[in-house]
Nanobody
């Protein structure tokens, strides 16, 4: 069964950088579209970024454009989220997710994804 494990979350100062990793088990990682979501207590899970299986097409929510970069290494079964110029409002639990099938118009929908990781905490201090 497919499992996703996020890592890299920690406390950082505003303006700093952090790279999150998500290791995916299984033999079909290269066929999955991948996404990063985040959630704070009392709020709905928010889409952050997405990347298609071909690694060419990427998606970003407006609030992170120019600051975050999603990438993947199919040889390592890993997807990354490079976060630069971090702000206190970026504080959240970050989750990675995998989709067996994803239409471009649906990248932001949590219902698109079939597998989810357990999350990793990112805290940005002011």
């Amino acid at each position: 069964q497919v499992q996703l494990v996020e890592s890299g979350g920690r406390l950082v100062q505003a303006g700093g950088s952090l790279r999150l990793s998500c290791a995916v088990s299984g033999r079909t990682f290269s066929y999955y579209a991948m996404g990063w979501f985040r959630q704070v207590p009392g709020k709905e899970r928010e889409s952050v970024a997405g990347i298609r299986a071909n690694a060419i097409t990427t998606y970003y929510v407006d609030s992170v454009k120019g600051r975050f970069t999603i990438s993947r290494d199919n040889a390592k079964n890993t997807v990354y989220l490079q976060m630069n110029s971090l702000k206190p409002e970026d504080t959240a639990v970050y989750y990675c997710a995998a989709a067996q099938q994803m239409y471009s118009s649906s990248w932001r929908s949590s219902g698109t994804y079939d597998y989810w990781g357990q999350g990793t905490q990112v805290t940005v201090s002011s």
